[in-house]
């Protein structure tokens, strides 16, 4: 366990460093689109700082795969939902999202669909190396048997 939690910290320091720069470029796209003209001490604070942990705790949640003993569905779940929720509470702390059914409910719409999009991808990259692999292993097996 604590080999995950280390494992944990490092990659969430590691991902903690470009929250300011993911937040600078949002910021300058607001500012691009007329959105916000300018921005408060404050708001730049909460911004800096909720960004870095937004960063730090999506960073260390890919440390959940490693965990063997936990099943593939279980360690999916676990971490699109702390990523759901700090991600959410990231939007509604910045003033990105407005509190309401209608705005959550939007917000979490294109997350799962975000969300599943993303995995379906992995899934589809991996599915087609591990075929490619298995090709291989059968091609140099049966030209093993061969000889």
């Not at 590691?14 to 691009?32: E, H, K, M, N, S």
């Not at 509604?92 to 993303?118: D, K, M, Q, R």
């Amino acid at each position: 366990m604590k080999k995950f939690v280390s494992e944990f910290l490092r990659r969430g320091l590691i991902a903690c460093g470009l929250g300011p720069i993911v937040l600078a470029t949002v910021y300058w796209i607001l500012q691009q689109t007329a959105a916000v003209e300018t921005l408060t001490v404050n708001q730049v604070c909460i911004g800096i700082f909720s960004l870095s942990a937004l960063a730090f705790i999506a960073g260390g949640m890919n440390v959940i795969y490693q965990i063997e003993r936990l099943p593939l569905m279980v360690a999916i779940l676990i971490h699109g939902g702390v990523l759901y929720i700090s991600y959410l509470a990231t939007y509604l702390l910045n003033g990105w999202l407005e509190w309401g059914v209608t705005p959550i409910l939007v917000f979490s719409g294109i997350f799962v669909v975000g969300y599943f999009a993303i995995w379906a991808i992995i899934y589809s990259i991996i599915k087609r190396n591990t075929e490619k692999l298995n090709e291989v292993l059968k091609q140099r097996q049966q030209t093993a048997e061969y000889k």
